[in-house]
């Protein structure tokens, strides 16, 4: 790693620089946090507000659980929202991905959030 004052002039040195750069720390080796952008429309008439826990799983069966996002968002019918989501690990071939909507309310009615379509991009490797 590199002290955080030092990190662009080093890269600014390079000829063609290979370094990543995680500004968003886990709290175990090796501390990356890989972020992802998730695009969603959604179709339900009223709006809703809540926050999403989104889990990835690959081919293998090997879960990660996101942990940055703990805000609530605001969704809206046709609109489509952006949320920058972050999980602690990277798994390369995602072969399935489990949202769960929360309002945050503990007592009252549970609502749905019904998805039109989503888009998943990762930030770190934006060719997948």
């Not at 998943?120 to 934006?126: A, G, V």
Request: with cysteine.
């Amino acid at each position: 790693g590199y002290y955080a004052h030092e990190w662009k002039s080093y890269l600014t040195q390079q000829s063609h620089p290979v370094t990543s750069m995680f500004f968003d720390t886990a709290d175990k080796e090796p501390f990356c946090i890989y972020h992802y952008f998730v695009d969603i429309i959604t179709w339900n008439k009223d709006t809703r507000r809540g926050t999403f826990s989104i889990v990835l799983a690959d081919e293998t069966g090997e879960k990660v659980q996101s942990k940055v996002n703990p805000e609530a968002a605001t969704f809206q019918q046709y609109n489509q929202i952006t949320l920058l989501i972050g999980f602690d690990q990277d798994l390369e071939n995602i072969e399935r991905i489990s949202l769960t909507f929360s309002t945050g309310s503990i007592i009252g009615p549970k609502f749905k959030l019904r998805i039109l379509q989503m888009k998943f991009q990762s930030l770190t490797n934006p060719e997948r």
